[in-house]
């Protein structure tokens, strides 16, 4: 059955050698994740990521058999000159995360994205749309 189960998110570890966690309210190591809300509409999905920041050519939405993956792109645009740097809590590089698509008819996908947010609409396959009906008593 299908749940939109992620493969693998990357989570922090706390790190008791750090001089400077929680000095400025969260760890320095912690690595920056893509979050995700997804919501049951009956008939299909909607999972809405977490991407501020991000320009739409920089996102990419992939799909390899039952594997839908988000991936985004920021590139740096300060030199790696830190002078008066006290710390640096922006990530730059590749964010990505994937899902298991095997209930979804992956034709019909839609994507849209606003204001900082991805949205995706997963039509789920006929076979897998819930039955809603009242039943009368004889």
Known sequence: MFELTPYS?????YDPFNLFNDFFGTSANSIAELRTDITDKGDSFVLE???PGFKKEDIKID??????TISATRHS??????N???????HFGT??????VSGI??????ANYTDGVLTLTL????ELVPDNRSISIE
């Open 9 to 13: 998110t990357r989570r922090s570890v």
């Open 49 to 51: 990521a977490d991407l």
């Open 63 to 68: 799909l390899e058999n039952d594997r839908l």
């Open 77 to 82: 645009e300060h030199e790696e000159n830190k």
């Open 84 to 90: 008066g740097c006290i710390r640096r809590e922006r």
């Open 95 to 100: 964010f990505e995360r994937s899902f298991d």
């Open 105 to 110: 008819e992956t034709q019909s996908i839609r």
């Open 123 to 126: 039509p789920k396959r006929p």
